[in-house]
């Protein structure tokens, strides 16, 4: 059985853009699994890519506001888990 640990909240979804505003409590990766639960919402997404003020970067650290896309709709206060194998 996988472990989730929470590594953010949403604070905004782009629908239009199917993306995700991420405001992180720890560090995240291209490559990670991660799980996004709310009220309506339940969906697992691995990240492709990651951006910060519009550039693309590998990582992004405890405190970023991060954009990645989304396969689904995702609300804001929605908790983000990083999902360990």
């Given at each position: 059985?996988?472990?989730?640990?929470?590594?953010?909240?949403?604070?905004?979804?782009?629908?239009?853009?199917?993306?995700?505003?991420?405001?992180?409590?720890?560090?995240?990766?291209?490559?990670?699994?991660?799980?996004?639960r709310?009220?309506?919402?339940?969906?697992?997404?691995?990240?492709?890519?990651?951006?910060?003020?519009?550039?693309?970067?590998q990582?992004?650290?405890?405190?970023?506001?991060?954009?990645?896309?989304?396969?689904?709709?995702?609300?804001e206060?929605?908790?983000?888990?990083?999902?360990?194998?």
């Amino acid at each position: 059985m996988s472990t989730e640990i929470e590594i953010g909240t949403i604070t905004h979804y782009f629908g239009h853009l199917n993306v995700a505003a991420i405001k992180l409590t720890a560090s995240l990766a291209v490559g990670d699994t991660l799980r996004i639960r709310g009220h309506t919402s339940d969906l697992t997404v691995t990240v492709d890519s990651i951006q910060i003020e519009h550039k693309s970067v590998q990582k992004a650290a405890q405190g970023d506001n991060v954009g990645i896309t989304v396969p689904g709709h995702v609300r804001e206060h929605d908790k983000v888990y990083k999902v360990a194998p």
